[in-house]
């Protein structure tokens, strides 16, 4: 194990696991709060079994789009769901791997203990992903995945 | 899908698939076969389920060792193994992804009819790893892992 090449969010989210499971593996919910406001998610696909697919196009504000293809590894459901960008569809490996994803979800009170570890490879791909703005960018997707999860149950 | 990027291998073994699993997933029955002879496998660990460390140390006629770090992707017990080298254990992305491989088996007789299926990124991948020798040492494999794994019937 390095995990001193990971990067993590914690955080409580005031909505329950079910909910929060949903809005992570409904591409139409998805598609509503993965990506910090203004970049859009223009398309997305999730195919929640292991060797599926996690397709998303996000669009900037410039109106450049950027596609990332990732595989999912591992489903738990309302507990833990694993992809990576390492591998597309069906674990054929990627041309540029750069993570994985560990998103955890834990009964917390009438919420959800909300948490994100991210793998990389090794020092610098961790620093690229710190410079990029990781703890804003996902705390920022955290919020309106709370807000998302939140309309499901009102 | 981008079958085009496979290598693939399909053998019947004369070994039953309760034996061949064995002999695949116990890592000193693995040691005994995995590399064609006259290189060795030094040390092998193998831990089968999703996440799993899967690590060999290759000992050439020369005495130089190759170590390589994978991780275990999908379980189905006497039926399907995947495993890749683009992930270490944990899911882990790796510095130099090459191959997924996915390794099945199916009753065929008294015997079993094994195949391995690797899949690579792009073609250059694919055209280097048939360049190594693909066909012959995954074959020469194959005839090892036959008479490891009818040895275990004896």
Same mark, same amino acid.
């Given at each position: 194990m390095s995990d001193e090449f990971d990067l993590t969010l914690a955080r409580h989210l005031d909505a329950a696991p079910d909910l929060v499971w949903r809005a992570w593996t409904d591409a139409d919910l998805l598609r509503q709060w993965?990506? +910090? #406001?203004p970049v859009t998610v223009r398309e997305a696909v999730i $195919? +929640?079994? +292991?060797g599926g697919r996690f397709y998303t196009c996000m669009r900037l504000p410039d109106g450049t789009e950027i596609a990332s293809e990732g595989c999912i590894l591992s489903v738990e459901p309302e507990r833990r769901l694993v992809f990576t $960008? #390492?591998?597309?569809?069906?674990w054929r490996p990627a041309p540029s791997p750069f993570m994985t994803a560990i998103i955890t979800l834990a009964p917390d009170g009438q919420g959800t203990a909300y948490g994100a570890r991210v793998l990389h490879a090794d020092a610098p791909a961790r620093d690229r992903h710190a410079e990029m703005g990781f703890e804003r960018g996902w705390g920022a997707a955290a919020d309106q995945l709370e807000a998302v999860a939140r309309s499901l149950g009102a």
């Open positions: 993965f990506t +910090p #406001a $195919d +929640p079994r +292991p $960008d #390492a591998m597309t569809e069906g």
